[in-house]
């Protein structure tokens, strides 16, 4: 799957043949101007087993496809609740990873700073579990790791907030160059080790990783 500066595109694993394109020129939810380019890509597994593409725009909305079969993709649902353009998604489904992340949870994350988890009921349902308010600066990245998620931002810091309290845990902030993309690790690693490894490497690179 690829979101681009034109289009979204999913491709077959030998990267062989297009399955799939929806042009940006598509893209005009409930009259809104096309979108500028797609960022954020993530599957989600519905309560009511619907395999969900999902994937952001820079209007704040996010284009929901239905994707249970490679050959029969097509769009189902425009969800619309951020106000500032997505900067990445996630989701609670694991492909071959071990988690207790719910697979219908959906996180996202814009330029404004906020971040969201939606409960993906069916294609066309999507409850919000919870938003937590930005600080100032874009949240860039969002991963689940089980009960928990963890967001980066502009600002180099990241935060680690509970899906069950609903309340961020932890804030982590260090004086060094943004944090671009986060991650958990599928290991019996603490999580801070694994995204102090992760923040070290893309300190590396002299241009932004979108």
Known sequence: MLATSNDLQVWDVNLQQQL?????????AQGTSPALCYRGVSLVDTEDNACLLCVGSSTGVIHTFEADRPDQIHHSYDLQ???SSIAALASGQTLGCSSTTDGSL???????????VFQANSAN??????TWEGHGVPCVSVAFKDS????????G???????????LLHLLKHAMPTVFACCHSNHSLDMHVAHYTCLTTLSMFSTPVI
């Open 157 to 167: 810091s990241v935060r680690l907030y509970s899906l069950v309290r609903l309340a």
């Open 20 to 28: 799939f394109e929806w042009q940006l020129s598509t893209d005009k």
């Open 125 to 130: 349902d999507f409850a919000i579990r919870h």
């Open 81 to 83: 609740h951020h106000t």
């Open 148 to 155: 928990k998620l963890l967001a980066a931002f502009y600002d």
């Open 106 to 116: 959906l996180a996202s994350c814009d330029d404004g700073g906020g971040v969201t």
